[in-house]
Each structure stands twice: as structure tokens, then as C-alpha cells.
């Protein structure tokens, strides 16, 4: 097996585990604003208190022992943050999971990584009942989105089921049981897509992901100014990039992180935008162009916004451009993956290259490789493969997935193609995978080609990215129906029904072609590229 990396912690950093870094952010920040959501400020002293009594009823109420895992399907709200500090205060591992899966993606990722406990909403619940009885979860908690500010009446239901403010009053009735993480222990399963269309648990631990919030702030520390910051936060924050970003690096600065449940929704967006003297932003071009396009975003005070980053997808030309002429801020593109928890390079803030992913962060490595695992020369393209701190410690229960991407002397294989430019610069020119990047959410042919299969009228298909001026890239599927099936108006509408059945939506074609024979190589192998 590759040598991976086995020192997550870099100098600059002093916790001992996320446990140290939320109590002790906690303690430093006391009754200042750490989140904001719907109309209702949290302080520091409150997410201590909230999670801790969350993270005692998890030690008294339930079966989960240390090391285990609890999935956590929760868009971007207050009770997300009090469920995975309280998860991690109590010795449990993270899954986060997307709220819009499917009841197909849902088992496959509940089942792979074994989870005993789903903390969800509570209009979840007409789903859950297949999904308890062919996974290992045994209990549900939901949550209504304005629990904290007025309790919800919640659903009834026949299986093991507890509302979330219950178990808020059960944790205060009890003494937490303090628990000594380390930064080797394994802290989140940050699910993403296989080239075999099987999802893989990248395993984070509590010194890749503190590792990494060191590295960014080492890079942004300009632009941070402790205990003064308003952040904030559209993207979700069940993605790493999020995750990272607002939980572990700005929670520990002492920020005030603004979640946004639903960022679709621009005027109610714009209108909570408008509240706050924001100082920070996190997004994409999507966001960028669809707020910038808005006459009521035009007309907020920007004076205040000194970092706007942007992760996930390429920024285009067209979206920074728009973006500094409506607001004033330059965005600072970033680069990284979930098996990078997930930063690799970064832009300085006021040294922007656009249409680079900057230099590489602080203890971070990057080779450029041919397929041969050899560098290549400079000014050439190659293999983006990287090594530091914050490169995961493997895929969860997939050794030969792990041995796959890893280079025998510790680099990630990222699967994107890049070059070096002059100063330390890298530019991404393609992708070596077939991912297709649909506002920032990797989708991967394979999973969406499996899932046509199982219509009967398809006997072959192809999925590829097409260029989409608001989401990046948008989905095309190539189709090769049965011969019995013609290509009717209804047929396209039963697949698309079928797609919808089992894709989340960020998944499902937009676009479809019927076609009589898929390109392919002399051994059979459908060549995508062909088809763009």
C-alpha cells in the first residue's frame, strides 16, 4: 500500500482535536454572534451549550459508542452546527449527507458507512421507513428549520423517532462525559463520486481538517481580522468547502457566520444580505451571476466586503468580472477536493491571478505527472497530484480505491490537468475524469448511466457535460433504446420521470438525445469524448 501522509498536523497549529478547537473558541468568544439563521442570533456561549447537551444525550440516550457514525441531513441551518459539534464532542464520526439524496443514494451511503443514528427534518419522515429497515440506523432525530426559534409541532411516526429540542432537554438533564480526541482520529466521512459511479467515504480526521483551516488562513489573514467578521455562508454546508470554511476556520476566528437555508430563493436571500454589514462571501459563478443580476442586490451596501472566495467549479471570466463591477471585491478563486478536506492552492487576496487556482497553501506540495507517475517539464500539462497536511487518510473500507489514487511516495492523484505558470501559479486546462461540475457538485456519468440502465427502455447510454453559462456545465445523456421502444415524446418523459425517481436534482439530465450506436473503442469501451 502508498505511504500516506501521517502527519495531518503542521507547525501554526495548537489544538489537540476539533473537541479543543470548538470549546476553546467557545470560551474565547463568549457571548458574541457565532451564527445567524432565519432571524435568530446564536452566540459562542449558546453553540457550547447547545452542543454539549446534544453530545450528552447521544452519550445517555443511545447505543453509539466512540468511533461511531452519525449521518447528519440537514440543509444550512443552526441545528446543523449544534449536531455535528455535539457528534464530535461525544467521540462520533461525521457523515454528512446531501438533504435532497434519493431513497437510493441515502441507502447506498447510510450502508457504506454504517451509520447508526440519522439526524434529519422532520418532513423527512414519510421517507425513513424503507431506509430503517435495510440500513443500520436504528434511531432518527428531525428537526423542524425553526425549532430554536419556536419548537414545531413533528410528525408521527412507528420507528424509533425523537425530536431534536427533546433531546436538547434530555443532554441538559446530564453531565457530558469529556472525551480525548486527537488529531489522528477520524473526525467526518466526506462522501464523493467514483469513476465507477460508486460513491467513496474520504476519511478526514481532526488534523487534516484544522491542518487545512491553518493553511487558508495563512493565505487570508489579511483579510480576517479576529472576533470582527461577518461571513457569509450560501453553500452548503454539508460540502467540505463549506464545512471547512464556516465551522472549523471562521468559528474558530470568532466570526459571525450567516447560514442561508435556501440561497434559490434571491429575493429572500438579498433581503437577509441586507441586514448585515457582511464582511466575507463564499460562492460560485452561479451565485455570482444569478445575485448580480438582481436590482435589489445592486442596490446593498458593499463597503464593508473585503473577501469574496470561490471553490467547487472554474470561475469564469465573465462571473468575477460581473461580480467585482457590482460589489467592489475581486474574488480569490481556490482549488480543492473532498479528499483534500478540501483546500490545495489558493489566490491571495489582492494578488489575483483570474482563472487560476493561485499557489499552492502553506506545507502543500504539488507535482504535475504524466501517466506514468513521471514530472513532467515545466509549462507542460500533467496529472495535478498533491501532498500535505490536509490530504486525506484514505477511502473508508476501499483499499484498492486508496492504492489507486495514491502514488507510492504519498502524492493524492487529484485526476485534473493542469500547468504551472510563472511564481508558484497552476491553471486547470482539464479534467482526466469524466466528473461533470454542475454548480460546484461533482456528478459522475457512471452513477447517472447505471441508473438509466435499469429502465427498460434503454439499452445503452452515455452521460457527458455540456457548457452551461449558470451552472458551469449542465447534463447530456446519449441514448440507444431497445429495439422494441420507439423515441416517443412519452418515452423521453417516462426517463426523465425515472432519472427524477432516483437522481438527486443537481443529478438529472437536462438534455437528451436518442442516438443508434454509442462511439466506441475496439475493445468496447464507450468513448464519451466522442459524443462533446
Not at 447537551?53 to 452519525?70: K, M, P, S, V, W
Not at 461540475?437 to 457535460?465: K, Q, R
Request: net charge negative.
Amino acid at each position: 500500500m502508498p505511504t500516506l501522509n501521517a502527519s495531518p498536523l503542521i507547525q501554526a497549529a495548537s489544538y489537540s482535536s476539533l473537541i479543543h478547537l470548538i470549546e476553546e473558541s467557545c470560551s474565547r468568544f463568549g457571548d458574541k454572534t457565532a451564527f445567524s439563521c432565519l432571524g435568530l442570533d446564536v452566540s459562542f456561549n449558546d453553540i457550547e451549550q447547545y452542543s454539549r447537551q446534544f453530545a450528552a444525550y447521544l452519550q445517555q440516550y443511545t447505543e453509539l459508542n466512540i468511533g461511531d457514525r452519525i449521518a447528519i441531513q440537514l440543509p444550512n441551518i443552526t441545528q446543523f452546527v449544534i449536531a455535528a459539534y455535539g457528534a464530535i464532542r461525544a467521540g462520533l464520526v461525521l457523515v454528512n449527507t446531501n438533504p435532497l439524496y434519493t431513497q437510493r443514494e441515502m441507502l447506498h451511503q447510510f450502508n457504506d458507512s454504517g451509520a447508526k443514528l440519522l439526524v434529519t427534518l422532520s418532513d423527512n419522515i414519510d421517507k425513513l421507513d424503507y431506509i430503517l429497515h435495510h440500513t443500520s440506523i436504528d434511531a432518527v432525530i428531525t428537526t423542524h428549520p425553526l425549532d430554536l426559534i419556536a419548537p414545531q409541532a413533528q410528525p408521527q411516526c412507528d420507528f424509533n423517532h425523537f425530536h431534536f429540542m427533546d433531546a436538547l432537554k434530555v443532554g441538559k438533564k446530564h453531565l457530558l462525559q469529556p472525551v480525548c480526541g486527537s488529531l489522528k482520529q477520524l473526525a467526518l466521512l466526506q462522501y464523493t463520486g467514483g469513476t465507477t459511479g460508486v460513491s467513496k467515504g474520504a476519511m478526514l480526521s481532526h488534523g487534516n481538517l484544522i491542518a487545512n483551516s491553518v493553511q487558508v488562513y495563512d493565505r487570508l489573514a489579511s483579510r480576517i481580522n479576529e472576533g470582527e467578521e461577518i461571513f457569509i455562508a450560501p453553500l452548503p454546508i454539508y460540502h467540505i468547502y463549506a464545512f471547512m470554511v464556516n465551522l472549523i476556520l471562521y468559528f474558530e476566528k470568532g466570526a459571525c457566520t450567516v447560514l442561508i437555508p435556501n440561497p434559490k430563493d434571491l429575493p429572500n436571500f438579498i433581503q437577509t444580505l441586507s441586514q448585515f454589514p457582511f464582511t466575507g462571501f463564499a460562492g460560485l459563478n452561479t451565485l455570482f451571476v444569478g445575485l448580480c443580476q438582481q436590482e435589489d442586490f445592486k442596490t446593498l451596501d458593499f463597503s464593508k466586503l473585503k473577501l469574496t472566495i470561490s471553490g467547487g467549479t472554474a470561475l469564469t471570466e465573465f462571473a468575477a468580472k460581473l461580480w467585482y463591477q457590482t460589489t467592489g471585491c475581486q474574488i480569490c478563486e481556490g482549488y480543492g477536493l473532498s479528499e483534500t478536506s478540501p483546500v490545495i492552492s489558493l489566490n491571495t487576496p489582492g494578488y489575483e491571478k483570474i482563472g487560476t487556482i493561485g499557489q499552492p497553501l502553506l506545507n502543500t506540495q504539488i507535482l504535475l505527472l504524466d501517466d506514468d507517475e513521471q514530472k513532467v517539464s515545466h509549462g507542460q500539462a500533467g496529472e495535478l497530484a498533491v501532498s500535505g497536511p490536509q490530504v486525506m487518510l484514505g477511502y473508508w473500507q476501499q483499499e484498492n480505491e486508496t492504492n489507486w489514487v495514491m502514488t507510492q511516495n504519498g502524492f493524492f492523484k487529484t485526476g485534473d490537468i493542469a500547468i504551472a505558470l510563472d511564481d508558484d501559479f497552476f491553471q486547470i486546462v482539464d479534467r482526466k475524469k469524466d466528473v461533470i461540475i454542475v454548480s460546484g457538485f461533482n456528478v459522475y456519468p457512471n452513477e447517472i448511466e447505471n441508473v438509466l440502465s435499469l429502465h427498460d427502455a434503454v439499452l445503452e447510454s452515455a452521460v457527458i457535460g455540456v457548457d452551461d453559462e449558470r451552472s458551469g456545465e449542465k447534463i447530456k445523456a446519449f441514448i440507444t433504446l431497445s429495439s422494441s421502444v420507439n423515441p416517443t415524446p412519452e418515452t423521453l418523459v417516462s426517463l426523465k420521470q425515472h432519472c427524477a425517481d432516483n437522481l438527486s436534482q443537481y443529478k438529472l439530465p437536462t438534455l437528451f438525445e436518442f442516438i443508434d450506436v454509442l462511439p466506441k473503442s475496439s475493445v468496447g469501451k464507450v468513448l464519451r469524448r466522442s459524443l462533446r
